[in-house]
């Protein structure tokens, strides 16, 4: 990625191309020599960093402790869950020997000897390994629930991929809950739907429709799969994060019960829940215009550059120590940068810095020093402010510093739900629909439960049920299919999907 | 180690034994079905969490900026730097295949047919892939300096494990900088190696021995190792932090070269520094007593916990009404737990979080809510308090609980050096050397440099040169060694080590 020159391709002309270009301009991720694994470069990785704080706190906040388990699984345990084999067992990344040894034509190769007697997997998931733990330390009611998250890499064999998208390996957290009845491990499961929700809202700027998954895209071992659905510029959906209520399914596999307060064995419920490093992918492509890079403020690791401009070396002093005066008052509020590269023209660095998605540059030349005011220039036009660069008073620069980050955020987010309304699209027949699949967007229509009907659609729109949503699902009574014409039973959520 | 039960050897009968039920009792860890991983459990992670986050901002504070690389590396990477081979590509990981398929006898089985061309491995440390990396992104000397780190697990297949202290999979962070001038680069090395030696000391309340390594322990590919070495209570060193002045070595391996302000091409400077989980073990170790886990303030996922006693009903709810006061008073400042479970006596309740290791314990009865007042006892006895339990009135608790806080946080630190201090002996002779490694604690000595002559010391006391410190080694000037009698070339500090 490093090498494509500073030019973007517009959205228009090639929307993957685009996605490609701002991610090596803002350098926030490299491929690498290794098939289907990226680096995440300092500017990427720092995104992920913040999403991680705020994430954390939000299950702290909901009573989740984190825990760590190994990050190899025996294989003979993927095959503990019939279901979970079946969607899991197969593209992984597998360790079969632990030493090397010198290669007779020179380097190293695995040592014969070294041959594990039973191969390992570098997870898929945690499930598994989490459930063969769970049933060392649940013996009584009393041990419930346990409310355990864990940050960790997995790794799914991924042929195409996709930067932060799609990758081999791919970093997330995978909360695992146990509780000692069904309705618990339900209201966990949409408690922590809605906390994902809620991040996506206020922190990514990013509207999503929370929805359960028809079950031919349901995690396999799950017994629902709720997810939150967000909706990229080109039209194409993109699934943000998933909770499962996974029923009694491992405990069963993995033999955990626990005495209940009646005296009674009874198997452990369970959910499971994550998000991952995709959520970068979802808020580049949900932001970002032909320019380069927009973050949400929230997500910025720098969220506002100082650049001073001057042409003499008394202007130079003048200037400078004004920026000074201006970042210390930003500092420790917001993530500040000052921009004082002598050997790069103020043009240039903008340029640099909206590329790079810095939410507010805040220009200081020796008028503005003068008149001790900055004058800001937000990365996305504000409607609010005439959609132009304004003046800030230095005396009060951080609260109006917070009030335009605020507005950016906000606006950011009323641009994503406007370009979702605004592409909301619901036919009541074939044709129709097949034609607004074509257009992009969400697609929302009445629809009879059945995999075999869903599987033809996708092959022939490569669109996908994307969820049937939580809300309004009521509209479906008394209305026919849209597809076979049978009394429907739910409202859908169509579209094509990252 | 959950079946243990709830007694702990005492460090004099079996020190081992004492570590694993600590470990056990406190359940910071369990192990797994995966030889040589274990479980970090939520009371062990937060410990780690905790330290993480400090450390974080001190690499932040100096400058770098967190990254991450892939997992997976081709062997050929390893090959690549010379000595590097010899120390890594030995027992690690091997991924061979990428899928699994149904295997005839039932279960799941590595896929012949998705073997791979070339074998990966589950990374050691990552200075092949990151210097492979650096090639890409380093052109010239405005490139420099690289000031990167990782937090990452990783894996080095072990057979004999202790938890923390050594495992197949662990957890650390990387450094890994790239400079233009080898004096940056050995400053850059040093400078870590100090950020270590403060976080040892203001966090881990753990004293710590600045040194460099002798060439048989040296990192494979460095110039020089550096390293911070700790004093175990049973009298062993333990290696709690290396910082590596790598020289040219990776950038020659990987062909990382430069544009020179002066035009010519040069290679690539580097450095690395990895501190890990490893340091759990080494707190630990340091801190705790046979009645269980000891921590430190700084690094006590609980600080402060709030044991209400009650009788009747009526006192129970003024107790509890005043245990909520004081908690409130001392969030978010501190992080404080009331445990108000009326299901466990008030001594079971002291038992536990002494076992637990938190530091501080506030007993609140109903005379004390009458007094407004808590009843302050301390997890370890300060001397200057009389080693007794004291009140602190519940008007300023937030100021008295800091106060208390520090003071355990520096007996700490003072009782782990004064155990250092008074067990340093500085035999001339190999007699009187190998009586004294017997007898525990570090061993300095004045040394001339010879491997052949430490193998055989390490042979016959099981003793190491665990560095040479930083501070004092002028002192070896004019004096010979105690083993060979030659003119010292260093003073040396052996001890037997974990």
Aim: charged share 25%; hydrophobic share 45%.
């Amino acid at each position: 990625m490093a090498d494509q020159g500073s030019s973007i391709t517009p959205r228009a002309e090639d929307y993957s191309q685009w996605y490609l270009d701002i991610i090596a301009q803002a350098e926030l991720a490299d491929y690498t020599p290794v098939k289907g694994c990226m680096v995440f470069r300092p500017n990427g990785f720092a995104i992920w960093d913040l999403m991680k704080c705020d994430l954390d706190q939000r299950f702290k906040d909901t009573g989740h402790v984190n825990a760590y388990f190994p990050l190899l699984i025996p294989v003979s345990f993927l095959s503990k869950e019939a279901q979970h084999v079946e969607g899991f067992a197969k593209e992984c990344a597998v360790v079969t020997h632990h030493r090397l040894r010198a290669a007779a034509g020179g380097g190293v190769e695995p040592d014969p000897a070294s041959k594990l007697e039973e191969p390992l997997v570098i997870r898929p998931t945690s499930e598994t390994i989490i459930w063969h733990m769970y049933g060392q330390w649940i013996q009584s009611w009393r041990d419930l629930p346990i409310l355990i998250n864990q940050w960790a890499n997995v790794v799914r064999w991924e042929m195409k991929t996709r930067p932060f998208l799609r990758t081999a390996e791919f970093l997330w957290q995978e909360g695992h809950t146990a509780h000692a009845t069904s309705q618990e491990a339900v209201e966990e499961t949409l408690r922590m739907l809605d906390v994902y929700e809620a991040f996506a809202k206020d922190v990514m700027a990013m509207p999503v429709i929370k929805g359960v998954k028809s079950s031919s895209e349901r995690f396999a071992g799950a017994l629902d799969t709720y997810c939150i659905e967000a909706l990229m510029q080109n039209g194409w959906a993109l699934q943000a994060g998933t909770s499962h209520f996974l029923g009694q399914n491992f405990a069963k596999a993995f033999d955990v019960t626990f005495q209940a307060a009646s005296g009674e064995r009874e198997h452990v419920w369970a959910t499971s829940w994550g998000v991952s490093t995709r959520m970068i992918g979802a808020v580049i492509m949900t932001h970002s215009d032909d320019t380069g890079l927009v973050l949400p403020p929230a997500l910025a690791p720098v969220q506002v550059v100082i650049t001073p401009i001057w042409k003499s070396d008394a202007e130079r002093e003048i200037v400078l120590g004004h920026a000074e005066k201006v970042r210390k008052a930003l500092t420790p509020a917001f993530r500040v940068k000052v921009d004082a590269r002598d050997t790069v023209k103020p043009g240039a660095k903008y340029f640099e810095w909206e590329r790079k998605g810095v939410p507010l540059r805040l220009e200081i030349g020796p008028r503005d020093a003068a008149g001790d005011s900055v004058f800001a220039a937000p990365r996305i036009p504000l409607l609010a402010r005439g959609g132009k660069k304004f003046g800030i008073p230095a005396a009060t620069v951080a609260d109006g510093v917070r009030e335009v980050l605020a507005e950016i955020q906000q606006a950011l987010y009323d641009a994503a739900l406007e370009r979702r309304a605004s592409t909301m699209r619901t036919p009541t027949a074939y044709d129709a629909f097949k034609a607004d699949i074509e257009k992009g967007g969400f697609v929302q229509v009445s629809w009879a439960d059945d995999a075999a009907n869903e599987e033809t659609i996708k092959e022939e729109t490569k669109a996908t049920i994307r969820c049937y949503p939580l809300v309004g699902q009521e509209a479906a009574v008394g209305t026919t299919c849209f597809y076979s014409g049978r009394p429907a039973t739910h409202i859908a959520l169509f579209a094509r999907a990252f």
